[in-house]
């Protein structure tokens, strides 16, 4: 980079000089326009790089009518779920000019319309990022389109168009996991729900239900018991269920979180896991391999999924390898991990 004589920074006025182009084609080149040639892009771009010039990001802001961010919402109770789909964005992101905003809201108030206006209004960014529970509200994915701003919605299932939406098989691996324990004989099997509105949550449940009805088995009412995907509710769950005359011999619950809880409770009650009491949970997340013994759970790709929900997202402002990431759509899909907290009942 040979810069200015000196010291002086270069302009965009000298770029174009350069590039023998007007203010306007180098702008539109730098804000990565599509009605660009392919030789005036690359004459532009060797220009930027001889003269070294660093665009302005407040000015491209200005040309482009959007801040360079993309905003993730979010009324998640599982802060690690977060922070593993924030992460994949930013894997996404990193040699982009983007920066990633996180804006937690509150699913249940009557201003949460307003409130993302606003907000959406106020930051301007390029696109947004709703995360379950939100992303199944239909009223948010409106006002976003009314806005003007991308979005992509996240779920356990479909929610919308494929270009609006990154989805998992939440229903179809629960299935694939509960009939492991019918396999291995167990008949007794308890449940514990994620937390109510979820869809995630639904998906889990109906998945559990449907492999046992497989089974010729069904769901006795004792053996059912409510969650929030938080470890309190597991521990609660516990209690309730390993409390019975009859307890379940294995228990799915929707998260790890809340196995973690339940086998706390196995532990102080001296029901030896996997011998009397099998446990499977879902999202594989630390939790899974940091507690004994090591849970077999649910492997829910939910940093993949952030990687690609930036990709639908902004695909014009990642560059070559950020495109190149996860492109296999398998990379999306939820898998079952069988470790050490399973077994035969009665082992």
């Known amino acids: 980079m040979v810069g200015q004589a000196g010291g ?16 306007k084609t180098v702008s539109r080149v730098i804000n990565r326009s599509e009605f660009i040639s392919e030789k005036t892009r690359k004459a532009v771009q060797g220009a930027i790089e001889t003269l070294g010039f660093v665009p302005n990001p407040q000015a491209r802001a200005l040309a482009f009518r959007r801040n360079f961010l993309i905003a993730l919402l979010h009324d998640n109770p599982n802060a690690q779920t977060v922070l593993n789909f924030q992460q994949g964005v930013l894997d996404a992101i990193k040699d982009s000019d983007l920066a990633l905003l996180v804006r937690p809201v509150d699913r249940g108030s009557d201003r949460l319309l307003d409130d993302v206006r606003t907000f959406l209004e106020k930051q301007r960014p390029i696109g947004a990022m709703l995360l379950p529970p939100i992303s199944e509200n239909d009223d948010l994915a409106a006002l976003c389109e009314t806005l003007g ?31 492991r ?6 008949r007794r099997i308890g449940f514990v729900r994620g937390p109510e509105g979820f869809r995630s949550a639904a998906e889990r449940e109906k ?20 969650g929030n995907y938080r470890y309190a509710a597991g521990v609660e769950a516990g209690e ?28 102080g009650k001296g029901i030896a896991v996997p011998g009397a009491l099998s446990i499977i949970g879902f999202d594989d997340s630390p939790t899974a391999t940091h507690i004994w013994p090591a849970l077999s759970t649910v492997r829910w790709p939910i940093r993949q999924m952030g990687v690609r929900a ?17 492109p296999d759509p398998a990379a999306l899909t939820s898998t079952f991990v069988e470790r050490q907290s399973v077994a035969p009942p009665g082992r």
């Open 207 to 226: 998945g559990f239900r449907e492999a046992l009805a497989d089974a010729g088995l069904s769901l006795a009412e004792e053996h059912y018991a409510p």
């Open 8 to 23: 002086k920074q270069p302009t965009i006025n000298d770029v174009a000089a350069l590039a023998g182009v007007s203010k």
């Open 181 to 186: 324990l019918v396999d291995l004989g167990h």
């Open 240 to 267: 309730k269920l390993l409390a019975l005359a009859e307890p379940p011999t294995a228990i799915f619950c929707s998260n790890d979180e809340m196995a973690a809880g339940v086998m706390s409770v196995a532990h």
């Open 149 to 179: 701003v991308r979005y992509v919605r996240v779920g356990s299932a479909p929610l919308d168009d494929p270009q609006h939406c990154v989805s998992s098989n939440d229903h179809d691996v629960v299935k694939e996991a509960v009939r």
């Open 310 to 326: 930036a990709q639908l997202l902004v695909p014009d402002f990642l560059g070559a390898g950020a495109k190149a990431i996860d």
